[in-house]
């Protein structure tokens, strides 16, 4: 499977616990982001890198969320301390450059209880 | 700022009828247009796209039309089915910005029934 690779693809957790999802881009993209979806919106722009740089952080990522692309290859986005209003699907996409098309994973689904 | 804008929620259409779903933006600077499709708890799956420097394009049963003085395209699906039935994604991208990320509108549930 040659797509983008989003892991857990559910994930449960108690108010106030951290938690990571890992996501894995097709191997020749150089560009990686991280998108989130709330009900009845369009997904919503988190964080960009570029190799393992991350170039952009969006003002919706509050200081309790951390994103890390080691090596340029797999993606970790983190939220510490989770709060009920991070529920939402976390979405990774992957860009060859400069083309326009971005390809996305499956998502993480996270509730918080 | 929404900048892209999908202004209908919904949209019914009867199996074999066409669907046609609108989507506005405002800023200037996009160059490249792309309608994702999205089925529930699952990630959206790119459809077709447009360039700025064209104004249709058209891949099966779907087409975009892309009218830059009206800041306006549509995706147009002939004939619809059943298994078109998703939430479709208007998206939008300045190329020329080094970081290329997408600008989504809110999206149109379409229900095509038989």
Redesign the interface.
């Known amino acids: 499977d040659t797509g983008?690779s989003?892991n857990p693809r559910h994930k449960i957790t108690k108010r106030g616990q951290n938690v990571t999802f890992r996501c894995d881009p097709i191997s020749e993209h150089n560009?990686l982001?991280w998108?989130r979806q709330t009900l009845?919106?369009?997904?919503?722009?988190l964080t960009?890198f570029?190799n393992e740089a991350q170039?952009?952080k969006s003002r919706l990522l509050s200081d309790r969320f951390s994103a890390e692309r080691p090596k340029g290859s797999f993606s970790t986005l983190e939220i510490q301390r989770t709060e009920q209003g991070d529920s939402a699907m976390y979405?990774c996409?992957s860009?060859p450059?400069?083309?326009?098309?971005?390809?996305?994973?499956?998502?993480t689904?996270l509730t918080v209880v | 700022d929404q900048q892209?804008k999908?202004n209908s929620?919904s949209l019914s259409v009867q199996e074999g009828r066409i669907s046609i779903l609108n989507c506005d933006y405002t800023n200037s600077m996009f160059d490249?247009f792309?309608w994702?499709k999205k089925y529930p708890?699952?990630?959206?799956?790119?459809l077709i796209?447009i360039?700025s420097i064209k104004d249709k394009n058209e891949d099966g049963r779907f087409t975009v039309f892309l009218n830059k003085s009206a800041k306006h395209l549509s995706l147009h699906i002939v004939p619809s089915q059943p298994g078109d039935s998703a939430v479709y994604?208007c998206?939008a991208?300045d190329?020329g910005s080094?970081?290329?990320?997408?600008?989504?509108?809110?999206?149109t549930q379409l229900t095509v029934w038989p």
């Not at chain 1, 009845?40 to 722009?45: A, D, I, L, R, S």
């Not at chain 2, 080094?98 to 999206?107: A, N």
């Open positions: 983008v989003q560009r982001y998108y009845g919106q369009g997904p919503e722009f960009y570029q170039l952009e979405l996409a860009s450059g400069s083309t326009g098309e971005a390809f996305f994973g499956q998502g689904r | 892209v999908q929620p490249y792309l994702y708890a699952e990630g959206p799956t790119f796209s360039s994604f998206a991208v190329r080094t970081l290329g990320r997408l600008y989504f509108g809110r999206g």
